[in-house]
């Protein structure tokens, strides 16, 4: 499955020329805006009722997990995830293109993922590649997305819990072994978000999900993913 997804990577980057080779260009991240333009992806999660959409950031990384024995009969427990968050928004607010690349960038990233190079190409040739932040889980286990390359004052931070989720679509990509994509989630403010930002979804979920039990697996292993962050706060 995933073998079927990096040939339909090599397709589209084809079909997008994608310059893989020089210097990155980097693509200036202007002050945060509204992204008018943009649809939220339609699901069961509550809608961001008297919200606004800040950002839209893909976020590539690794889900983390651990095992307390490699046995078939325990379970792989979270130990939250890591991701590089890159702005995405921006650019597919004013892409006529914005609707059919918004269900397959996801897929795409995490199929490139292994190949930073073309990785890199990709995200360069979309103007993807500005960071924004990062996602990282605190040591009190709590969701944070930090958008610390954002140009703010304070940086806009939202410290989060779940509030509900939903599985991913059939049609998400499962990942480098077939594992799954993970769910869709809506999470909202934990207390001390910070940015004029509090509420973000988790949505196009691309693989990261744990293996059923912990049989051959080790005490701690990653598993990569990619997923698209929409990030909402109220009115300015």
Request: proline content about 10%.
């Amino acid at each position: 499955m995933f073998d079927k997804a990096m040939s339909t990577a090599v397709i589209v980057i084809s079909f997008l020329a994608i310059p893989i080779l020089g210097s990155p260009v980097v693509f200036p991240r202007a002050n945060p805006v509204v992204l008018s333009n943009l649809a939220i992806p339609s699901s069961t999660l509550p809608a961001p009722d008297g919200l606004v959409l800040k950002f839209v950031a893909l976020g590539i990384g690794t889900q983390n997990y651990t095992c307390a024995s490699p046995s078939s009969s325990a379970v792989p427990a979270s130990n939250g995830a890591l991701a590089t968050l890159y702005d995405i928004g921006t650019k597919l607010n004013s892409d006529p293109g914005s609707a059919w690349k918004i269900p397959i960038t996801s897929g795409l990233a995490l199929s490139l993922s292994p190949y930073p190079a073309i990785l890199n190409g990709f995200l360069v040739s979309q103007g993807y590649n500005n960071v924004l932040g990062e996602h990282f889980f605190t040591s009190a286990m709590v969701p944070t997305f930090s958008l610390f390359d954002v140009p703010s004052t304070p940086i806009p931070q939202v410290n989060c819990k779940k509030s509900a989720s939903m599985p991913a679509p059939t049609s998400a990509c499962p990942g480098e072994n077939n594992e799954g994509a993970v769910p869709w989630l809506y999470l909202t403010d934990a207390g001390g978000s910070t940015g004029g930002v509090n509420t973000v979804y988790r949505l196009e979920t691309a693989g990261g999900s744990a293996p059923a039990t912990c049989e051959s697996s080790a005490s701690s292993f990653t598993v990569r993913y990619a997923a698209q962050y929409w990030i909402y706060g109220p009115p300015s």
